[in-house]
Structure formats: structure tokens, C-alpha cells
Nanobody, 126 residues
Framework: QVQLLESGGGLVQAGNSLRLSCAASGRTFSILSMGWFRQAPGKEREFVAAINWTRDSTYYADSVKGRFTISRDNAKNTMYLQMNILKPEDTASYYC???????????????????WGQGTQVTVSS
């Protein structure tokens, strides 16, 4: 099993920045990739970004490309999401997820991620 714990959410004004963290514990050696998803009230959970756990590859949703940066620190078993130029439409609960599947590339699909954190709330005021 892998346990994931997000932190770093909060209330910010539009145009400002936040950095989310996701600490992994347990059988972290089984992780092959990790991702961030978000869910706004009344909407489906959507893909934000993903990162390969051992190679330098990343993948972003078009809505955050150029504003958000995903990164990792393998020594700390921690993934980050640096969010810049935040917009009110970025308001959501943000979830980190871990995949143990050996895929040909990074996945935006929830079904490919076996482990999920509890989420952290990000609220962007206009």
C-alpha cells in the first residue's frame, strides 16, 4: 500500500501563487508515476499534471500549461505542484495520486492511479 498526504492549500487572490506538496509513504518503491487532479463543486475530478517517478517527463492539462509546474524530490518521496498566476477557475480540491502501472506514457486518466490522497482545498478569490 501507498499512503499519500497533501498539504499547502489555502485562500489566495487571483494572480498569486501557491505550492502544493504530496508526501508518499509505505511501498513507495512501487510508484512509477504520480499526478495531480482537482475537483470543483458539482464537477468531475479532472487531470491537472503528471510526472514520471524515475525519468524527467511531465504532462500538463492545457488549462494549466505555462502556469503550473509539477516536480518531485525522490529522496523525500514528495511531489510538488507550483501554481502561479492563479485564477478563480482554479478553485477546487486538489488531490495527488500514485500509479504503479507501467504505461507507455504519463496518464491523465483517474483509473490508472491506484492510490489517492484526501485532498487539499485551493480557493482563488477575484
Amino acid at each position: 500500500q501507498v499512503q499519500l498526504l497533501e498539504s499547502g492549500g489555502g485562500l489566495v487572490q487571483a494572480g498569486n501563487s501557491l505550492r502544493l506538496s504530496c508526501a508518499a509513504s509505505g511501498r513507495t518503491f512501487s510508484i512509477l508515476s504520480m499526478g495531480w487532479f482537482r475537483q470543483a463543486p458539482g464537477k468531475e475530478r479532472e487531470f491537472v499534471a503528471a510526472i514520471n517517478w524515475t525519468r524527467d517527463s511531465t504532462y500538463y492539462a492545457d488549462s494549466v500549461k505555462g502556469r503550473f509546474t509539477i516536480s518531485r524530490d525522490n529522496a523525500k518521496n514528495t511531489m510538488y505542484l507550483q501554481m502561479n498566476i492563479l485564477k478563480p477557475e482554479d478553485t477546487a480540491s486538489y488531490y495527488c495520486a500514485a500509479s504503479i502501472l507501467a504505461l507507455s506514457g504519463l496518464s491523465p486518466f483517474r483509473a490508472h492511479y491506484a492510490y489517492w490522497g484526501q485532498g487539499t482545498q485551493v480557493t482563488v478569490s477575484s
